[in-house]
Antibody, heavy 120, light 115 residues
Framework: QLQLQESGSGLVKPSQTLSLTCAVS??????????WSWIRQPPGKGLEWIGY???????YYNPSLKSRVTISVDRSKNQFSLKLSSVTAADTAVYYC????????????WGQGTMVTVSS | DIVMTQSPDSLAVSLGERATINCKSS????????????LAWYQQKPGQPPKLLIY???TRESGVPDRFSGSGSGTDFTLTISSLQAEDVAVYYC???????????FGQGTRLEIK
């Protein structure tokens, strides 16, 4: 059974870059059929899709975040990563990694989430 | 961007009664190529990640109790819980997927409580 686990800095200063990693276990990140995704949820608010990367390496981002987001894959470590630059307090959120099953267009496996606070 | 609007924002239902949550998309999420609506429903309990309940608007994910059902097509969708249980207290989200260009948006969420 595929499992995901987020890790990274929980506190980032304004204008700096947020960096998170999602470790994949129970399967290979090179498997087809999935895209590897990031979603975030500000405290007390709803869900916002950030972007995803196909197993081929193609990436797709939320237009509202596109200029600041990079998602990449490290196949040797079976993990994928999120970088969000020029952060502000509005980027404070729980960040989830998840698998988007392309055939159904839904996120079927989620990590537990990691809280990132942007503050000086 | 496709905008997803859920109603109501919150809902209180008695145990054993029916709960109905609506989701409307600003454009159709029905793919003519396979006649599938790319609309999913999630349940999120406090401190937990969302859990996939329904995909293709009406197909239950494996292991989801059959009291949960989804319906609708095109732009209007409904999640129904036929007989509310205490463990169903949660926030429920709808989500659309559009592949060209790739676009994913969630509804704002509906908070479901016990009356």
């Amino acid at each position: 059974q595929l499992q995901l686990q987020e890790s990274g800095s929980g506190l980032v200063k304004p204008s700096q870059t947020l960096s998170l990693t999602c470790a994949v276990s129970g399967g290979s990140i090179s498997s087809g059929g999935y895209s590897w995704s990031w979603i975030r949820q500000p405290p007390g608010k709803g869900l916002e899709w950030i972007g995803y990367i196909y197993h081929s390496g193609s990436t797709y981002y939320n237009p509202s975040l596109k200029s600041r987001v990079t998602i990449s894959v490290d196949r040797s470590k079976n993990q994928f990563s999120l970088k969000l630059s020029s952060v502000t307090a509005a980027d404070t959120a729980v960040y989830y990694c998840a698998t988007l099953e392309l055939g159904i267009g839904a996120f079927d496996i989620w990590g537990q989430g990691t809280m990132v606070t942007v503050s000086s | 961007d496709i905008v997803m609007t859920q109603s109501p924002d919150s809902l209180a239902v008695s145990l054993g009664e029916r709960a109905t949550i609506n989701c409307k998309s600003s454009q159709s999420v029905l793919y003519s190529s396979n006649n599938k609506n790319y609309l999913a429903w999630y349940q999120q309990k406090p401190g937990q990640p969302p859990k996939l309940l329904i995909y293709w608007a009406s197909t239950r994910e494996s292991g989801v109790p059959d009291r949960f059902s989804g319906s609708g097509s095109g732009t209007d969708f409904t999640l129904t819980i036929s007989s509310l249980q205490a463990e169903d207290v949660a926030v429920y989200y709808c989500q659309q997927y559009y592949s060209t260009p790739p676009s994913i948006t969630f509804g704002q969420g509906t908070r479901l409580e016990i009356k």
